[in-house]
């Protein structure tokens, strides 16, 4: 090769179509393909995809540069071992993950999750969905999702703590305060958090914004546990009011018995509402008295501090009910708020709600209704919010704290319910705006997906192939 030349290298194309325009159908062939077996992950990139394909139509920008191709392959998924001693000195091995599926607008935002569900597809689904809720909010945050398969119930506070320390001792080389900011899920609370956050300050020496859900004595932020219950209350709030009507005297189910239900079911209480229900994996409770702060209270201890089970719920107040191994979606009610996990309000129970005369679901969790679920409510013209754009509250208050833990400052209450609730009237509008189907009726997964879309999609053009 002479001095002035260059060596040309020819792309190689796996598969030609991946170059192409391709319809929903093709796309999502390659989606199958390249991730066998992610059943969630696949579910999470078909129901943005059904929306996003009919916005980018004719917008050959979002066509030629393969922005969706490139937001639903992530920029990297850690996998790695961690071992941990329990109380009876046993070595116990579980698998830890992170996944970084976007930074285009900010650091990688999501949380970490600790069960025995943990798998590649779960975090792969989660991370994805978590890239658009975080566009959402308006903050700049990217998308990212973290875990393992331990099984923290049952479990000793000494073994909890090693096995975080364990998980934090490989975490901690691939996140950073502006690299990627883990947060709490399933399984993953306070203690955790502060477990976790004094082995990243053991072996880094470094007092910084890493991790967020902190402990007010460290950093934390005001309301962040009550943010993603409230944060969802406030959207159905929010979609109501498109209809002239509040939630003053609606019934309300309530799925999950865990931070985002119950403070869920606080807020519904103060706006009017009646709560009739709550549950665990085990089943539900039914209460037809309805769900007031006292209960809720208590709900909150046994849960937290006597880590007990819903059904001991019926054996405390009288007339309640315990439902075992039932979902709460059979009760009449006028409002739903899913707020416990991936999948667990499936089509028949969605024909079930329409059916009793629900007007509004507002997820609390992330993806509980499957597609065949999306698709009833949908087709009802129901008032429904997906998580994405109803459960950000919790993320939105997360970055709060990156922001407070940046400047070295806290913020009052009253600072941080008021931006919550701009940021969740901010996400709402954002909806609307891109949700309009005519004749009044407003597709908010629709919404959602494309403003979270578009805001990422831009910042992606910006930056060129990277």
């Known amino acids: ?41 696949i579910q999470a990139v078909q129901e943005v995809a059904e929306d996003i394909f009919e916005f980018i139509e004719g917008k050959e920008d979002y066509h030629r540069w393969q922005i969706l191709r490139r937001i639903a392959e992530p920029d990297r998924i850690v996998s790695f071992r961690v071992c941990w001693e329990d109380d009876n000195h046993n070595i116990r091995v579980q698998r830890g993950y992170r996944v970084q599926n976007n930074n285009a607008i900010g650091p990688y935002k999501g949380g970490l999750r600790f069960h025995p569900s943990v798998n590649e597809s779960i975090l792969k689904f989660l ?45 901690y080389r691939h996140i950073g305060a502006d690299v990627d900011v ?3 899920d399933i399984g993953v609370g306070g203690r955790e958090i502060g477990y976790m956050y004094g082995q990243y300050k053991r072996i880094t020496g470094q007092f910084t914004g890493v991790l967020t859900g902190k402990g007010m004595e460290y950093g934390g932020s005001l309301i962040r546990p009550e943010a993603t219950g409230y944060g969802a209350v406030y959207f159905l709030e929010n979609m109501l009011k498109t209809k002239g009507q509040d939630l003053a005297g609606k019934r309300a189910v309530i799925s999950g018995s865990g931070n985002v239900a119950t403070h869920a079911a606080e807020k519904i209480n103060q706006l009017g509402g009646k709560v009739l229900t709550l549950s665990d994996s085990e089943g539900f409770v039914h209460d037809p008295d309805g769900i007031d702060q ?45 707020c416990a996990t991936q999948n667990e309000l499936l089509g028949e129970d969605a024909r079930t709600l329409v059916r009793n005369g629900c007007i509004a679901v ?29 459960n950000a509250g919790g993320v939105a208050v997360s970055g709060l704290e990156m922001s407070q833990n940046s400047e070295r400052r806290s913020w009052r209450e009253s600072e941080l319910q008021q931006m919550l609730r701009d940021i969740m009237d901010g996400i709402h509008e954002r909806c609307l705006e891109y949700g309009d189907r005519g004749g009044g009726y407003t597709d908010y997964v629709k919404g959602a997906n494309i403003a979270g879309f578009k805001k990422v999609a831009d910042a992606m053009l910006a930056f060129g192939v990277v």
């Not at 598969?15 to 192409?20: L, T, V, Y």
């Not at 009288?318 to 979902?327: D, E, I, L, S, V």
């Not at 509980?368 to 013209?381: I, N, R, S, W």
């Open 182 to 184: 883990p947060a709490g």
């Open 127 to 171: 991370a994805f969905e978590q890239t658009f809720k975080n566009a959402l909010t308006g903050l700049p945050m990217g998308g990212g999702k973290g875990g393992s398969n331990f099984n923290p119930k049952g479990k000793s506070d000494g073994e909890i703590m090693r096995f975080c320390q364990s998980f934090m001792t490989e975490l």
């Open 362 to 390: 507002s997820e609390g969790a992330n993806m509980p209704t499957d597609l065949d679920g999306v698709h009833v409510f949908k087709e009802a013209h129901l008032l429904y919010a997906p998580g994405k754009a109803s």
């Open 294 to 338: 006292e209960k809720i209270n208590w709900v909150k201890a046994h849960k937290t501090r006597r880590r007990g089970r819903i059904s001991e719920y019926a054996d405390e107040f009288k007339n309640a009910t315990f439902h075992a191994g039932q979902r709460p979606w059979g009760v009449e009610c006028d409002v739903a708020l899913p």
């Open 1 to 41: 090769m002479n001095g002035g030349d260059s060596l040309i290298i020819e792309p190689i194309h796996t598969d030609s179509r991946e170059s192409e325009h391709v319809d929903l159908a093709g796309f999502m062939e390659g989606v199958k393909r390249r991730n066998p077996g992610q059943t969630e992950f």
